[in-house]
């Protein structure tokens, strides 16, 4: 089974119904050729002001499956529980 997806084109009338909703919608207008001309494509995600540095790390099974149990965003708490620990420690 191939890994691409199947592009299913719209019928003529789901595409006029499409273009008729489009046509209602007062927040949306359609660009002139002097607007479209001037788009320019989107390049990734934009610089961060304070960059993560890429690291190979290892960490204890439980300490990874506890994160993890954790859904969606695990590495950011891990990243904000580190940074805690470091505030708390830090000599100053």
Same mark, same amino acid.
């Given at each position: &089974?191939?890994?691409?997806?199947?592009?299913?084109?719209?019928?003529?009338?789901?595409? $006029?119904?499409?273009?008729?909703?489009? $046509?209602?919608?007062?927040?949306?207008?359609? /660009?002139?050729?002097?607007?479209? $001309?001037? /788009?320019?494509?989107?390049?990734?995600?934009?610089?961060?002001?304070?960059?993560?540095?890429? /690291?190979?790390?290892?960490?204890?099974?439980?300490?990874?499956?506890?994160?993890?149990?954790?859904?969606?965003?695990?590495?950011? =708490? &891990?990243?904000?529980?580190?940074?805690?620990?470091?505030?708390?420690? =830090?000599?100053?």
């Amino acid at each position: &089974m191939s890994s691409k997806r199947k592009l299913i084109h719209p019928t003529p009338e789901e595409d $006029a119904a499409i273009n008729a909703a489009i $046509a209602e919608d007062p927040d949306t207008y359609e /660009l002139n050729d002097q607007e479209f $001309a001037r /788009l320019r494509p989107l390049r990734g995600r934009p610089k961060s002001a304070n960059p993560k540095i890429l /690291l190979s790390v290892r960490y204890s099974p439980d300490v990874v499956e506890y994160f993890k149990s954790t859904g969606e965003g695990w590495q950011a =708490r &891990m990243d904000e529980v580190l940074k805690e620990y470091v505030e708390r420690h =830090r000599a100053g």
